[in-house]
């Protein structure tokens, strides 16, 4: 993170709303107001030397606090491994609590305006966002440009290039890529039962037995009609949840009229090796690329998949963009797709190697399930990969289920590639 950045952001982003409200004359002086809701970052947050994350969420809030959020989040230290526990769920809290009740911080309106280097800051940040602003009007506004994916694209190539700073060392991470521990710092991680999913389907299926059927159909109608006739969404929708309609069934009444916004799935190329300035290293592994393709008549295959309802693509867009660059040929599935789905779509397309990125805790039912929808599928050979949040309890599980590497938070995509390259060869020599 950038301390005086985050500040400055926060400064920036009140500064823009009080200027862009402008032209709409509002009557209520407090709708020019900025309010804003900060969660400080879980992305910042590893699985490596996880007491860390304590630190950096502290830093995080203060920055939030001092920059003037009415709201905060704070993230707990087991971020990267799962849902908080009750014990880090409690440091979390009590760092908001530190901040606003024993350190008088909160008491001063922007303690820090005045202040030369976030003034620049401030004001930097704030011509930058105006070019990206009337960007996105040129383009005929947000809706608009989402449909051009522009937003999408760059969040992914500054994900790229973002994730090449960390994997060289440029943009230390503590833990991770510098100050390593040898030894795992035992701490407990909280596990959530298969058992939670059947008993959410047996709520459903009581909630939709007991409810007035009639009126729910009713109800979802109206959400229909005024997605039709452009009426108030919110309030036929409101209706419906009264009504005992399911959010599931809210957007399908929806989607009836609109559709459902399937995002693009391309991926971006040459950011990751470009902003790799050691350039051996790449080199390296394309020469073992290469020569997989001398021996093999083409290039290692690898179709990365999102399965089950996990809609977190940052890692898998990066890893692919990063192999594509490192030599092999990546497909990347649709997002959501079920293991027949992946297994299905792995054999169409030949792949040498499905690698499934997991953060939404699905691993342990999906895996298996892919593994064996393969094998029903004619793709015995074909080898599984898994990345994403695995809690490292769960690592011989996915072994014993298949898979022939897992690869957690934090591991440097250079590593990963050598390791799968790895496993292809010692396939073909088993
Ligand atoms: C960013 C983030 C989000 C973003 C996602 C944006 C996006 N487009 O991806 C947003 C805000 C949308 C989000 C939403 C949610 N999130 Co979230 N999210 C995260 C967060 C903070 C970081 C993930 C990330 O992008 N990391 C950076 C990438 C580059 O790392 P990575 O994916 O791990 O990939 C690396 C390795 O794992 C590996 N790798 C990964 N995949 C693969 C595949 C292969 C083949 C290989 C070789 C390697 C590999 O290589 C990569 C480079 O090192 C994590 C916590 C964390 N620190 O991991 C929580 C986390 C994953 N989220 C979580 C949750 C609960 C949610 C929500 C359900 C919250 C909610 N109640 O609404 C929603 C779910 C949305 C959905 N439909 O799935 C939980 C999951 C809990 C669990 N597993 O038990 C986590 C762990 C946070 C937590 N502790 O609570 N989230």
């Known amino acids: 993170m950038n301390f005086f950045m985050e500040i400055a952001m926060l400064r920036a982003a009140r500064f823009l709303w009080h200027d862009l409200l402008k032209p709409f004359n509002p009557k209520n002086p407090k709708s020019s107001m900025l309010r804003t809701h900060v969660q400080t970052s879980g992305w910042s947050l590893t699985e490596q030397d996880p007491y860390n994350n304590i630190i950096r969420t502290t830093l995080e809030a203060l920055a939030a606090a001092l920059g003037g959020t009415q709201s905060l989040h704070t993230n707990s230290f087991d971020e990267a491994v799962g849902l908080p526990t009750d014990f880090s769920a409690r ?6 609590i530190l901040i606003q009740e024993e350190s008088q911080i909160c008491h001063v309106i922007d303690p820090l305006g005045g202040s030369y280097y976030i003034e620049a800051l401030t004001n930097g940040i704030i011509q930058e966002a105006r070019k990206i602003i009337n960007e996105v009007e040129e383009l005929g506004g947000m809706a608009k440009a989402i449909e051009t994916g522009m937003p999408k694209m760059r969040v992914e190539e500054s994900a790229a290039r973002k994730q090449a700073r960390i994997d060289q060392g440029l943009d230390v991470i503590v ?18 039962s298969e058992q939670v999913r059947d008993e959410q389907i047996s709520m459903l299926k009581k909630l939709k037995a007991e409810r007035d059927e009639a009126k729910t159909q009713n109800a979802l109608a109206g959400v229909t ?13 409101i209706e419906a949840i009264r009504a005992r309609a ?6 399908d009444a929806m989607e009836k009229v609109f559709g459902r916004f399937v995002a693009t799935t391309q991926c ?12 051996a290293v790449i ?6 690329t290469d020569t997989f393709m001398e021996k093999e008549g083409r290039r290692p295959r690898i179709l990365l998949t999102k399965m089950g309802q996990d809609g977190h693509d940052r890692g898998i867009k990066v890893v692919a963009t990063a192999f594509a660059d490192l030599g092999f040929d990546v497909d990347i599935s649709p997002m959501f797709q079920t293991p027949e789905e992946a297994a299905k779509m792995a054999v169409e397309n030949d792949v040498h190697l499905v690698g499934a990125s997991s953060l939404a805790a699905g691993h342990k039912a999906l895996v298996p399930q892919l593994v064996k929808s393969l094998k029903a599928a004619g ?3 074909i080898l599984v990969i898994v990345g994403g ?6 690592y011989d599980f996915l072994y014993k289920a298949g898979a022939v590497g897992v690869f957690g938070p934090g591991t440097a995509i250079t590593e990963s590639a050598n390791k799968v390259l790895n496993a292809l060869e010692s396939r073909k020599a088993a």
């Open 175 to 192: 833990g991770v890529n510098k100050y390593k521990i040898d030894e795992a710092t035992p701490m407990d991680v909280l596990e959530v």
């Open 268 to 279: 971006i190329s040459g950011i990751y090796a470009s902003e790799y300035s050691d350039q």
């Open 389 to 394: 949040v695995i809690p490292p309890g769960d």
């Open 225 to 237: 009609e005024a997605a039709e006739k452009g009426g108030n969404l919110l309030a036929a929708s």
């Open 246 to 251: 399911t959010v599931g069934e809210v957007s």
């Open 379 to 381: 793709g015995e050979d």
């Open 91 to 96: 440091i979390a809290r009590n760092t908001q």
């Open 283 to 288: 080199a390296a592994i394309r020469k073992r």
